[in-house]
C-alpha cells in the first residue's frame, strides 16, 4: 500500500558541516552566571536546612506544641526551597533572555506530569492493519498544562551559539538525528545530550520510507538505533520519519528495533515565519513544534534567529517549552 503523507516534504538531503570554532562572550555573561551560581546555591543551603536540626528549628508535625495538622518543616522547606530556585532560575532566564535579544522573557513550564499521558494515534494518519501493538503516530500530546515541545531534525548545521543559548535560556529541545549528517561531527551532538538534549532516531540517511523494502527500512531505522546507542550510549526511544512519510512496515520495523512513539509535529517553524497544519492557526496545548538544525546558507536567518522567532510566537501566545520526553 502506498505510505501515510500526514507531513508536509521539509526538504531534502544537504551536507553536514563542523562547528565554528569558540564561542564569544557577551555582555550579561557575569550576571548570568553568578545567578545561577546563586540558585544553585540556594537549592543547596535550603535543602540543608530542611532537617529540621538546630535553635531556629519549627516544630514538627506531631511534636509537642505543633498543630496537629501541622506539615514536617523538611516539606515546608523543601517546598520553600523550590520556590526559592524556580525564583531565582526565573531572574537568570529573564537575563539570558536580554542577553540574546528575545522580545520577551520565556515563560517557565509547570512540573512534568507524576505520569505520563496515554498517547495514541491521531485520526487519519493509521496505517492498514493499525492496532494498540504499534508506536502511536501523534502531532500533540494530549495535555491540558500550556505547554508546546520544540523539536529540530536532521543535524546539518552544528552551531556552537544554539547550544549555549538553549542552555542559557534553559528551554528544552528534542533532537530527531540523520547520521549521514551528524556522523562528521558526534562530539557536537554529545555536547548537546550533555546539556539535556535527547537525541532520537531520523534514520541513517533520510530517504523516503515507503519507497524502500522492508529490508531497507530495516537498516535505516535500526542501524541508526544501534549507531546512535554506540556513540552517545542510549537507544532512543522515539523516531520520526524523514517528511513525515511512513507505511506499515515503518512502524512494526521501528517497534522491533526499540522505539515507543512516532512523534510528528503540528506547527514547522522557520526563521522568518511559523507554518501551521491546523486551519485555526494557532498553537494548542501540547503541540509539537518542528524545526531543523540549519542556518543562513538554507534560509534567512542563523539559529539562533530561529530560537528568537520560535520563542516570540510561544511566549506572545503564553505557552512555556516543556521537555517531550516527560510527557511521553
Known amino acids: 500500500m502506498n505510505g501515510r503523507r500526514p507531513g508536509a516534504v521539509t526538504g531534502g538531503r544537504q551536507r553536514g558541516r563542523r562547528g565554528r570554532g569558540h564561542l564569544r562572550r557577551r555582555p550579561g555573561h557575569a550576571v548570568l552566571a553568578a545567578l545561577l551560581v546563586v540558585a544553585a546555591a540556594s537549592g543547596c543551603a535550603a535543602e540543608a536546612g530542611d532537617t529540621g536540626t538546630g535553635q531556629g528549628a519549627k516544630l514538627q508535625a506531631g511534636q509537642p506544641g505543633a498543630p496537629a495538622d501541622a506539615p514536617a ?3 515546608l522547606g523543601t517546598r520553600a526551597a523550590q520556590a526559592e530556585r524556580a525564583k531565582l532560575a526565573q531572574a ?3 537575563v539570558a533572555a536580554k542577553k540574546w535579544g528575545l522580545a ?4 517557565a513550564p509547570p512540573a512534568p506530569p507524576a505520569v505520563k499521558p496515554h498517547i495514541t494515534t491521531r485520526k487519519g494518519f493509521e496505517v492498514e492493519g493499525q492496532d494498540d501493538s504499534l508506536p502511536p ?3 500533540t500530546v494530549p495535555t491540558k498544562d500550556k505547554v508546546v515541545f520544540l523539536t529540530m531534525d536532521d543535524g546539518d548545521d552544528k552551531d556552537p551559539e544554539l547550544l549555549k543559548m538553549m542552555s542559557e535560556l534553559n528551554i528544552p529541545y528534542s ?3 540523520s ?3 551528524v556522523r562528521d561531527n558526534y562530539t557536537y551532538f554529545k555536547d548537546a545530550e550533555a546539556r539535556g538534549v535527547t537525541l532520537n532516531n531520523h534514520t541513517l540517511n533520510h530517504r523516503y520510507m515507503p519507497g524502500l523494502s522492508y529490508g531497507e527500512q530495516k537498516r535505516e531505522i535500526c542501524d541508526q538505533q544501534n549507531i546512535i546507542e554506540k556513540q552517545f550510549g542510549k537507544r532512543p526511544r522515539l523516531f520520526r520519519p524523514p517528511y513525515g512519510n511512513y507505511n506499515t512496515d515503518t512502524l512494526k520495523i521501528a517497534k522491533s528495533c526499540g522505539i ?23 498553537l494548542h496545548p501540547g503541540d509539537i513544534i518542528l524545526t531543523h538544525f540549519r542556518g543562513k ?5 542563523s539559529m539562533p534567529d530561529l530560537i528568537r522567532s520560535v520563542m516570540k510566537t510561544v511566549t506572545d501566545k503564553g505557552y512555556a517549552v516543556a521537555r517531550l520526553e516527560d510527557y511521553v
Open 73 to 75: 518543616a523538611g516539606a
Open 92 to 94: 537568570a532566564r529573564a
Open 104 to 107: 520577551s522573557t520565556p515563560l
Open 137 to 139: 503516530v501523534f502531532t
Open 175 to 177: 533532537a530527531f538525528l
Open 179 to 181: 547520521d549521514y549528517l
Open 260 to 282: 515507543t512513539a512516532v512523534p510528528l509535529w503540528a506547527e514547522e517553524a522557520f526563521p522568518d515565519h511559523m507554518e501551521w497544519r491546523e486551519e485555526d492557526l494557532d
Open 297 to 301: 546558507k538554507d534560509w534567512k536567518g
